[in-house]
């Protein structure tokens, strides 16, 4: 058995087990942090079949973001996963359809690249065997592709803007804090001596 | 090594002169938007006129450049085309900007985002007017959608406002699934995104019916855009739910953009198909004639009537397309043109229409006694909408003289009966606004008329008017070329 083969059961091994134990654990916090073993996991088979940006953009993103949104989240709401989990059952059937597709799916998409390996060779944007997979991201998208990426950088900031027209609202009369204003009073503006006659008030 | 396919034609500023009318749209956005947001006061008015000089500066820099071509490793295209109708598009943005200039407060727009989105939307027309590939199709698509459906709801307190952009967003989203799912089943068949080798690649192979698949979802997607019958659902209630001057807007520009990409996607990819998408743009044609002209004679709502109207136009300007010949297209580009001109000059109308204690009129009965109290903008009106039905020496009837000669030259006599009678009914409908402005009795006072709804009105009405012994020739001889890059 080769060392490689040998990682990639262990870490298949895992992923599978801690993605079980995603859907079977009674602590929802519990579930996500299985979720982080699953998502490391996955990004060691990909670090093993040679796409090591994917990895690490998989870690970046997906545990340094995203799972820990997850985990925010069930922290704050008060979710009760118990009742959650007590139809499982019944769904269990349609549960094993969907997987059953999506497995053929695969099998579909994989088999292809058995059957007629040749179709790697006829893309767009051959894969080329010489440079790293970061470097040629890079190539495709800030030289091949600049426009596109641009563009896309454009959709993204009329989204951002459109968010904050939609939502943001300026309530006249809230107090805020204004730290220049605070330091820049002097003790003339802050204080007013008052002689207050013995017997009243102010 | 850097291989061929990996490095970028682009290697110095000044071989970026294509693309330096989109450069210039989207840097000015940028640095309009810093500036605006740094500047305590909100200013929206000024950021809406640095806005207006910005579209004709880009207006200018597309028309005096003399640089054409394939750009960004194909992905971009700037031809003859794409300049007149970039042209008509950024025309389009200005003025309608410029009618909005006065009304932002009460519609409640007067925000320095409103002018920002038209930018970013206008600068997402231009690259899909330009685009050579179906990527950069879809990317400027969504820009300017996303763009028109924040603007569309920006009145967020109204609720016809909100719903108007929350109806448009999701069959937007619809529109552009099947658009997607469309150029994903073209690519898959033909193995390339790029329009022009689309033909190519289709010309090398039998006619596969999962690539007329893909078409069919293609144009099915662009159609959504341009609204067109049967994807028209969404134009009546966003028309009327959205604040007029977004209305304007939404009318004239991104119509026009999307009947750019209609044109081109038809004539340059699926050009050895055309038996294939002619009988498409025919149904079309005739669905959105024939609904239009009967569904607007029972609306009271202008706006609503507006937007069936524009339905229509959209089916007389698919008559020319569905010929598939130089001259169709032709007819097209004239017809856009002429439309963009009508709509902008309708809603400068409208848009001037209120009562002296500043309530909007939107209803048809409510025009009674303008040509009384308002003889200037009733004219006007009255011009425009015998330009809309058609009757000549008005500018509409060249328009649709152009498409109808189109048609009939390629033996399409059914559509282009079928064309005349349906705008025969839809002159009812014209018809009865005329007759309410001039033959009914006043029923509220009118508001004075700001000077730049003056300008915009007088200038439109001039031109539609004496369009042919005026603009008609110049604007006939650039459809011309226009088209003529396509073929």
Request: net charge neutral; proline share 3%.
């Amino acid at each position: 058995m080769t060392l490689p083969l040998f990682f990639f059961y262990i870490f298949s091994a895992i992923a599978v087990a801690s993605a079980l134990m995603v859907i079977a654990s009674r602590n929802p916090v519990h579930s996500v942090l299985f979720l982080i073993l699953t998502f490391v996991n996955a990004a060691g088979l990909f670090m093993l079949a040679g796409a090591e940006f994917l990895a690490l953009i998989l870690i970046v993103v997906y545990v340094g973001a995203v799972a820990v949104l997850f985990l925010f989240v069930t922290m704050m709401l008060d979710v009760d996963f118990a009742s959650l989990k007590q139809g499982m059952l019944q769904y269990a059937p349609i549960g094993v359809v969907v997987g059953a597709i999506m497995l053929i799916e695969l099998l579909l998409v994989g088999g292809s690249y058995v059957l007629a390996p040749e179709v790697a060779s006829q893309a767009v944007v051959p894969i080329d065997a010489g440079i790293d997979n970061t470097r040629a991201l890079g190539q495709l998208l800030y030289t091949r592709y600049v426009f596109l990426f641009q563009g896309a950088g454009a959709v993204l900031l009329v989204a951002m803007i459109g968010a904050i027209v939609l939502t943001l609202r300026h309530k006249s009369g809230v107090k805020r804090q204004d730290i220049f204003k605070q330091s820049n009073r002097t003790r003339a503006q802050a204080t007013e001596l008052v002689k207050v006659k013995s017997g009243q008030g102010l | 090594m850097q291989s061929a396919i990996t490095s970028s034609d682009v290697s110095s500023f000044a071989s970026l002169a294509p693309a330096y009318p989109e450069l210039l749209l989207a840097a000015g956005a940028l640095v309009l938007l810093l500036v605006a947001l740094f500047w305590k006061n909100n200013r929206a008015g000024v950021i809406a006129s640095a806005a207006i000089v910005l579209l004709v500066a880009a207006l200018a820099v597309l028309l005096f450049q003399p640089a054409g071509g394939i750009l960004f490793n194909g992905v971009f295209i700037v031809d003859g085309f794409a300049r007149y109708m970039k042209a008509l598009v950024l025309g389009g943005a200005a003025l309608s900007v410029l009618i909005s200039l006065n009304s932002g407060r009460e519609h409640g727009i007067d925000k320095f985002e409103y002018a920002i989105l038209i930018l970013l939307a206008t600068l997402g027309m231009m690259i899909m007017v330009s685009s050579n590939d179906l990527m950069t199709l879809y990317i400027g698509l969504e820009l300017q959608s996303l763009a028109l459906y924040v603007v569309a709801a920006m009145k967020r307190d109204d609720r016809r406002a909100t719903e108007a952009g929350l109806k448009y967003f999701v069959l937007g989203a619809l529109s552009s699934g099947m658009l997607l799912y469309g150029a994903s089943l073209v690519y898959g068949f033909t193995g390339t995104t790029q329009l022009d080798r689309i033909v190519a690649a289709i010309a090398l192979d039998t006619r596969s019916i999962g690539l007329v698949f893909g078409m069919v979802f293609l144009l099915a997607g662009i159609a959504f855009k341009i609204s067109a019958v049967p994807f028209h659902m969404w134009t009546p209630d966003v028309y009327e739910g959205a604040p007029t001057p977004v209305t304007a807007f939404l009318a004239a520009a991104p119509k026009v953009a999307a009947m750019a990409l209609f044109i081109r996607v038809t004539t340059v990819s699926f050009g050895s198909l055309t038996h294939d998408w002619q009988q498409i743009v025919i149904f079309l044609s005739i669905a959105s004639m024939v609904l239009a002209a009967f569904a607007a004679i029972g609306q009271n709502n202008l706006k609503r009537l507006l937007a069936y109207s524009s339905i229509g136009h959209v089916g007389f300007a698919l008559v020319g397309l569905s010929s598939g010949t130089q001259v169709g297209v032709e007819g097209v580009a004239i017809y856009m043109a002429i439309y963009v001109a009508m709509t902008v000059g309708i809603f400068a109308c409208v848009l001037s229409l209120r009562t002296a204690d500043g309530t909007l009129i939107e209803s048809v009965s409510e025009l009674g006694g303008l040509a009384q109290k308002r003889p200037f903008v009733a004219a006007t009106m009255a011009i425009l909408m015998f330009s809309l039905i058609g009757l000549p020496p008005l500018a509409g009837f060249f328009a649709k003289w152009q498409v109808f000669l189109a048609a009939i030259e390629q033996n399409l006599f059914l559509l282009a009966v079928i064309g005349v009678l349906a705008s025969a009914v839809s002159a009812f409908y014209y018809l009865r606004i005329v007759k309410v402005m001039y033959f009914d009795e006043p029923t509220a006072e009118f508001a004075r008329v700001p000077a730049e709804l003056n300008v915009v009105m007088a200038g439109i009405g001039f031109l539609v008017v004496t369009y042919f012994v005026t603009v008609g020739s110049p604007l006939t001889a650039a459809a011309h070329s226009a088209a003529g890059s396509l073929f």
